[in-house]
């Protein structure tokens, strides 16, 4: 198997690379300035997040992303993976997220992903457009299970809004890179598919899990008050692609001893 990886740079990108060569993947950073022949995939993680001007956001996730896609038009892998994100269905009044659904631009971010996932169909490459939603890293905390993780190992006090609904809004790394080497050729075309952990276990349940395997002292008090909860639908992703939803607590375990293991200041 050959891969290359825009974003190689990136922690998720950084991951990716160690778990493909892990697995003796022929895997290596995308040069758009090398074509190379018999590529099963080129995965494009290059981006800017909400934080970049618009100038960087245009610079980035679309002038390059029309560079990677001339660049597959030539060598013809076998798959482009674009990665993009679960924010294009925006404050949406339904309560499960699936890709039926009509996209909604909120912000310069979001209008960025949506042009680049037209992008990506137009180009007639064989691609699959992955929706993510949050990737638990390392270093990012502007996630809620990275701001939930913070707060807990800091004893802060800790309101939960509609405690016993389920959420999924997430999904690791590793979870990520066994979709990716799972999948089967031949592509054709251009399909889109939600990512995410499996919606088994409720709000309460994750923040009283990472409560006990941080040790926090934290308080969890569920709040009175409700605000709109959305479930993302990966229906599709375990029915045309075999997905295994990886389950919530082994992923988050996982996740908080990679945390420890690596020392990451709070």
């Known amino acids: 198997m050959k891969i290359r990886i825009s974003g190689a740079r990136g922690e998720l990108g950084g991951q990716l690379l160690t778990l ?7 895997v290596a950073p995308l040069n758009c300035h090398i074509q190379e022949e018999h590529l099963d995939m080129v995965i494009h993680l290059a981006a800017k997040l909400k934080t970049a001007s618009i100038t960087e956001l245009i610079a980035s996730n679309l002038t390059y992303l029309q560079e990677v896609l001339s660049y597959c038009q030539i060598t013809k892998p076998g798959v482009l993976i674009y990665a993009s994100s679960i924010s294009l269905y925006g404050n949406s009044c339904e309560r499960v997220l ?5 996209s909604s ?3 310069a971010y979001s209008c960025s992903k949506f042009l680049g996932e037209q992008l990506v169909a137009a180009s007639l490459v064989p691609s699959l457009i992955i929706r993510l939603p949050a990737v638990l890293e390392l270093i990012k905390t502007t996630n809620f299970i990275s701001s939930l993780y913070q707060r807990l190992s800091l ?4 309101h939960v809004h509609n405690p016993d609904q389920p959420f999924n809004h997430f999904i690791g790394a590793e979870e990520f890179y066994s979709f990716l080497i799972s999948l089967k050729a031949p592509f054709d075309g251009c399909e889109l598919v939600n990512l995410a952990a499996a919606s088994s276990e409720t709000l309460r349940t994750i923040c009283q899990y990472l409560k006990e395997i941080i040790g926090s002292r934290s308080e969890i008090i569920p709040s009175p008050s409700s605000s709109p909860h959305r479930v993302i639908s990966i229906q599709k992703a375990c029915q045309r692609y075999s997905y295994q939803a990886p389950e919530v607590f082994k992923s988050l375990q996982r996740w908080v001893e990679k945390r420890k293991k690596a020392c990451i200041p709070l």
């Open 98 to 102: 699936d890709e039926t659904m009509p």
């Open 20 to 26: 493909f060569s892990a697995a003796q993947v022929d």
């Open 155 to 158: 004893g802060a006090v800790i």
């Open 105 to 107: 631009c909120s912000d």
